[in-house]
Nanobody, 120 residues
Framework: VQLVESGGGLVQAGGSLTLSCAAS????????MGWYRQAPGKQRELVAK????????NYSDSVKGRFTISRDNAKNTLYLHMNSLKPEDTAVYYC??????????????WGQGTQVTVSS
């Protein structure tokens, strides 16, 4: 599975950005997907995740109510709509694809990341 993120950039606090993650190499509709981020000096953390059919969505408490994860299985693309951005949202954002082989076994695939910088 190959993942390519886009849409990052510099935005002022309170602004909005939409990230995209284009997937190839595997049927997109069977993949559970997620967005993670990593700020300088910090561990990578989950931002939001969505199951293969989009039936279950989870957000970290820090972005709940401001960010929306969605997917278009016809376009093989995952999205992260980010509103009311704060300086603490500044990080490299990574797309994750998780392919479950069994209920207990899965492979994870990561994109190269896209930088989001929020100025105060």
């Amino acid at each position: 599975v190959q993942l390519v993120e886009s849409g990052g950039g510099l935005v002022q606090a309170g602004g909005s950005l939409t990230l995209s993650c284009a997937a190839s190499g595997s049927p997109f509709s069977i993949l559970n997907m997620g967005w993670y981020r990593q700020a300088p000096g910090k561990q990578r953390e989950l931002v939001a995740k969505i199951t293969s059919a989009g039936g279950t969505i989870n957000y970290s408490d820090s972005v709940k109510g401001r960010f929306t994860i969605s997917r278009d299985n016809a376009k093989n693309t995952l999205y992260l709509h980010m509103n009311s951005l704060k300086p603490e949202d500044t990080a490299v954002y990574y797309c994750l694809a998780r392919h479950y082989l069994t209920m207990k076994t899965h492979y994870d695939y990561w994109g190269q990341g896209t930088q989001v910088t929020v100025s105060s």
